[in-house]
């Protein structure tokens, strides 16, 4: 069989990047733009929620680390005991995670024999972890960064409402190629993107059969989900308005130095149709689609329906109050 057409590298990235968690600063504990497959770290007041991935699977690829707060660690009389009976074990799976520079003082002794954390999977290599922020009140400090802090270790694990399998994050991929397809001009962008008439047809007609044979093309479901239009066409699922293959590589038409007109297409990213929150996992097939970066800035937060609640509200206090537009 010949080789599989390749994708402009832009989309490809683009594609890729969707199996990814989002950046995390160096005085966050999470790690920076890994797979979705990572550890996740799960706080303790959603461990009964998170404890096994809400995805039908029995465990996390990679394991989980639960993060115990000092204050509920300290103030109880037997914490390990309390810990056991949820299936925990300091240093095994779970760690105590200082965030507050009151709490790291008052347990300087009890933690003094203590070492920090090394380690994603079991054994951890140690107790606890520390991110505690510069503080310039009167009474502050330094940061105080402790565990997972080396180049290559940076950050103890993901957010646990950013997991999904290795097994999800591909099929996410095959749906969201799909998708970027079924934009109206994807056959000629793509082939002003440099792909030849014939690597776009291959790659088109493998893509569609791909998502097809493994049922993640269900057009009516994804029109439901406003993925596509009532067309079949991909469309932001905020403004319904429908998506340009070229927003998915501005970057690139722009360097080409391309008409100054199509320097207004706007940029794609990857959509939350149900947006994220602990207790569910948002990454999965039929909750993904492509929208334009702004739509998904103005979205993210609340969903969907609450946005275009807010933005009626907008334009009608707008109009109410006599300005017209
Ligand atoms: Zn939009």
């Not at 001009?185 to 440099?194: F, S």
């Not at 340009?244 to 690139?252: D, E, I, Y």
């Amino acid at each position: 069989m010949a080789k599989e057409a390749k994708l402009p590298q832009l989309i490809d990235r683009k594609i890729y990047k969707t199996g990814q968690t989002r950046g995390a600063d160096d005085d966050e504990i999470y790690q920076n733009r890994v797979s979705r497959s990572s550890t996740v770290l799960i706080p303790l007041a959603h461990f009964q929620n998170c404890q096994v991935p809400a995805d039908g699977t029995s465990e996390y690829s990679s394991g989980f680390i639960t993060l115990v707060p000092p204050s509920w660690y300290f103030s109880r009389k037997n914490p390990n005991e309390e810990l056991k009976g949820m299936g925990l074990s300091l240093g095994s799976n779970c760690l105590i995670f200082f965030e507050d520079r009151n709490d790291w003082v008052m347990a300087e002794k009890q933690i003094s024999k203590w070492t920090p954390a090394t380690s994603r999977t079991s054994p951890l290599g140690g107790q606890y972890i520390a991110r505690i922020s510069a503080n310039t009140a009167i009474n502050g400090g330094d940061k105080i960064q402790v565990g997972f802090t080396t180049t290559s270790k940076k950050g103890a694990g993901i957010r646990v409402y950013e997991y999904a399998s290795t097994d999800t994050i591909k099929s996410c991929r095959i749906q969201l190629e799909a998708i970027m397809w079924l934009c109206r001009d994807a056959a000629e962008t793509l082939e002003e993107m440099g792909m030849t008439r014939n690597e776009v047809k291959e790659r088109r007609d493998l893509s569609i059969d791909k998502a097809e044979e493994s049922g993640l093309l269900k057009k009516n479901e994804l029109i439901t989900l406003r993925i596509l239009n009532k067309e079949g066409f991909a469309c932001c699922p905020l403004c319904l308005d429908e998506l340009s293959a070229a927003g998915f590589g501005t970057r690139l038409i722009q360097a080409a130095g391309r008409e100054v007109a199509d320097l207004t297409v706007t940029e794609i990213s990857l959509f939350h149709i149900d947006e994220l929150r602990v207790g569910t996992l948002g990454h999965r097939p039929y909750n993904l689609g492509w929208g334009h970066h702004h739509c998904n800035v103005v979205a993210k937060d609340s969903g969907i329906m609450p946005t275009l609640t807010w933005l009626q509200e907008i334009v009608d206090r707008n109009r109410s109050a006599g300005y017209n537009f």
